[in-house]
């Protein structure tokens, strides 16, 4: 049994620290075998049963969606990767790379050409 879940109740004596056997009444405890079970502890059983199946059920939900979180993030990541390989600028050989002077383009001063 997994750390941190309950061990099934007995349906006849309420016990939940014993080794016993699942029958289709429910879980019964080794001294309890051959005895009749109590309806309402075989009810509190078949409840605590569903409980702990909608437990199980959210734990693997969670974990998927924390999967499917982690996916997008490395697909994310690898797109944008691919995109900056894309869309490098090679430097400009005069110097100053063409992405600076895109980047500068209020700062950069053009002299017009003088006509004599």
């Keep these: 049994m997994a750390?941190?879940?309950?061990?099934?109740?007995?349906?006849?004596c309420a016990n939940v620290n014993k080794v016993g056997l699942m029958r289709r009444s429910g879980f019964k405890c080794g001294d309890c075998i051959g005895k009749r079970s109590k309806s309402a502890l075989r009810k509190e059983s078949s409840r605590r049963e569903a409980a702990r199946a909608e437990r199980e059920k959210e734990e693997r939900r969670r974990k998927e969606k924390e999967k499917e979180r982690e996916r997008e993030k490395r697909s994310r990541r690898a797109s944008?990767?691919?995109q900056q390989q894309r869309h490098q600028i090679p430097p400009d050989p005069q110097g100053i790379s063409l992405q600076e002077m895109l980047n500068n383009r209020g700062s950069v001063h053009f002299e017009p050409?003088?006509?004599?």
């Design 3 to 12: 750390p941190g879940t309950q061990s099934p109740m007995c349906v006849v």
């Design 80 to 82: 944008m990767q691919i």
């Design 113 to 116: 050409d003088l006509v004599y």
